[in-house]
Nanobody
Framework: QLQLVESGGGLVQPGGSLTLSCAASGFSLDNYAIGWFRQAPGKEREGVSCISALGGSTNYADSVRGRFTISRDNAKNTVYLQMNGLKIEDTGVYYC????????????????????WGQGTQVIVSS
């Protein structure tokens, strides 16, 4: 099973920026499309962004489009989520996972090879 580790979260003021990292160990990320998800307090986990295996295609939830940028460095076996213009409603725990390509952001599906959800990385946007 594929296991990814998220990092880079923290406490930031509204309008601030953070860059999240999603690192793989023990397997090569470049065979998989990757999705970022988040779970706000009291809400279900939702898709935020995704990137194809070679990085040529990306997609974003409407709520983050224009503010977040997903990218990947397959040489470093890492996927990133650059988050600018953070809003209070971006608060939550962010997770990454290998996904099946071809689904909408709202219906992202984890790849069958994906392991259990990791611990995620906490993002708190607060003044």
């Amino acid at each position: 099973q594929l296991q990814l580790v998220e990092s880079g979260g923290g406490l930031v003021q509204p309008g601030g920026s953070l860059t999240l990292s999603c690192a793989a160990s023990g397997f090569s990320l470049d065979n998989y499309a990757i999705g970022w998800f988040r779970q706000a307090p009291g809400k279900e986990r939702e898709g935020v962004s995704c990137i194809s295996a070679l990085g040529g295609s990306t997609n974003y939830a409407d709520s983050v489009r224009g503010r977040f940028t997903i990218s990947r460095d397959n040489a470093k076996n890492t996927v990133y989520l650059q988050m600018n213009g953070l809003k209070i409603e971006d608060t939550g725990v962010y997770y990454c996972a290998p996904i099946l390509w071809g689904f909408t952001i709202a219906t992202l599906r984890r790849h069958p090879d994906a392991g259990p959800w990791g611990q995620g990385t906490q993002v708190i946007v607060s003044s």
